[in-house]
């Protein structure tokens, strides 16, 4: 069992930054490969960022690429999301997840997820 706790979401100016956090519970954290997600107001849950068990192995939805980092700290059972460029589109309650599977932007390869932090990026 894998208890997630994001925090970080807040309100933030068009072009501003956020870091976003993560921490798990448990001590088989470095088993998991680990992802973000968000949901925007009447819309899907979508992939933003995932990264392997080592922190090697990153991946990107394409219109966070070059504005957003993800990486993790096994050592502190944390995974984070450096958000750089905010744009109102990227208004949405973030999600992390955990996987016991490979690097991926699927949402059923997920077994764990955290309730989610809100970002809100105005114009």
């Known amino acids: 069992q894998v208890q997630l706790v994001e925090s970080g979401g807040g309100l933030v100016q068009n072009g501003g930054s956020l870091r976003l956090s993560c921490a798990a519970s448990g001590r088989t954290f470095s088993s998991y490969s680990m992802g973000w997600f968000r949901q925007a107001p009447g819309r899907e849950r979508e992939f933003v960022a995932a990264i392997s068990r080592s922190g090697a192995g990153r991946r990107y939805e394409d219109s966070v690429k070059g504005r957003f980092t993800i990486s993790r700290d096994n050592a502190k059972n944390t995974v984070y999301l450096q958000m750089n460029a905010l744009k109102p589109e990227d208004t949405a309650v973030y999600y992390c997840?955990?996987?016991?599977?490979?690097?991926?932007?699927?949402?059923?390869?997920?077994?764990?997820w955290g309730q989610g932090t809100q970002v809100t990026v105005s114009s």
């Open positions: 997840a955990a996987s016991p599977s490979t690097v991926s932007s699927m949402e059923s390869s997920y077994n764990y």
